[in-house]
C-alpha cells in the first residue's frame, strides 16, 4: 500500500515536472473548489482553458468537481505565450517600420545638405572674397561672378545651386551643357551662356 502510494505520487510528480518544463503550466496557483464552480468558470477566473485544468489535475470528469477539492490552475502557457509572441512580433515589425521611415526622412534631409558641401569642398576662395577681388584666374581660366534667376538650359536656381547641389556655371558656348567644372567657390555645372562668355571666360553664380 505503502509503495503504491509513493509510486502515484512519484508519477503524478514526474507528469507535473514534465508539464511544468513543456509550458503548459505558467505561474500555476491552487484553488479551493466552492459552491456552484464549474472547471469552465475557473478556467475563465484564471485565464486557463478547460482541457487544461482538465489534464493538470487528471479529472476524468470536466463535470465531476467537488466542493473543497484543491485543483491546480494558471494562465493557459501555450495560449499566453501566443498572444505575447504576436504582441512582441508586431511590436518589432512597427518599431523596424518607423526606423525605416525615420531613416528614409533622415537621409534625404541630409543628401541635400551634403551635396551642397560636396561641391564646396574643392572650394579655393571663400564667396566674400571672390566678390571683394572680382575676378579668380584659376587653371587657365578667368572666372567671374554674377546672379541670375533664370538660365539657358532651363535650370532652376536653389540659392546658387542646381537641383543636385552643384554650383551654377556660365560657359563660352562650345562647353556643352551638363559639364562639370572646378569653379573658384567649388565643383560646378554648365547652365547658361552669356555674351561675354567667351574663350576661356566662365562665370559662376554667387550662392
Known amino acids: 500500500m505503502v509503495f503504491t502510494i509513493k509510486k502515484s505520487l512519484l508519477t503524478l510528480s514526474v507528469i507535473t515536472g514534465?508539464?511544468?518544463?513543456?509550458?503548459?503550466?505558467?505561474?500555476a496557483d491552487t484553488y479551493t473548489v466552492k459552491s456552484g464552480d464549474t472547471v469552465a468558470n475557473i478556467a475563465d477566473k484564471f485565464n486557463d482553458t478547460v482541457s487544461?485544468?482538465?489534464?493538470?489535475?487528471?479529472?476524468?470528469?470536466?463535470?465531476?468537481?467537488?466542493v473543497g477539492q484543491k485543483l491546480t490552475v494558471g494562465k493557459d502557457a501555450n495560449k499566453s505565450t501566443n498572444k505575447n509572441h504576436m504582441k512582441t512580433s508586431s511590436a518589432v515589425h512597427n518599431e523596424h517600420?518607423?526606423?525605416?521611415?525615420?531613416?528614409?526622412t533622415s537621409s534625404s534631409d541630409?543628401?541635400?545638405?551634403t551635396?551642397?558641401?560636396?561641391?564646396?569642398?574643392?572650394?579655393?576662395?571663400?564667396?566674400?572674397?571672390?566678390?571683394?577681388?572680382?575676378?579668380?584666374?584659376?587653371?587657365?581660366?578667368?572666372w567671374t561672378y554674377y546672379t541670375g534667376a533664370a538660365f539657358a538650359d532651363g535650370?532652376?536656381?536653389?540659392?546658387?545651386?542646381?537641383?543636385?547641389?552643384?554650383?551654377?556655371?556660365?560657359?563660352?558656348?562650345?562647353?556643352?551643357?551638363?559639364?562639370?567644372?572646378q569653379t573658384p567657390l567649388g565643383e560646378g555645372v554648365v547652365h547658361d551662356r552669356g555674351t561675354a562668355i567667351v574663350g576661356n571666360h566662365y562665370d559662376v553664380v554667387m550662392p
Open 155 to 181: 535650370t532652376t536656381n536653389h540659392g546658387g545651386y542646381d537641383a543636385d547641389g552643384y554650383l551654377i556655371v556660365a560657359a563660352p558656348s562650345d562647353v556643352p551643357f551638363g559639364t562639370h567644372v
Open 115 to 142: 551635396s551642397s558641401s560636396d561641391a564646396t569642398s574643392s572650394a579655393i576662395i571663400s564667396p566674400a572674397d571672390f566678390q571683394s577681388q572680382g575676378v579668380v584666374y584659376q587653371n587657365g581660366k578667368k
Open 52 to 66: 487544461g485544468i482538465t489534464q493538470r489535475n487528471h479529472l476524468s470528469d470536466a463535470d465531476m468537481i467537488l
Open 18 to 27: 514534465f508539464l511544468g518544463f513543456s509550458g503548459v503550466v505558467a505561474n
Open 97 to 104: 517600420q518607423s526606423a525605416i521611415i525615420a531613416d528614409t
Open 110 to 113: 541630409s543628401s541635400s545638405s
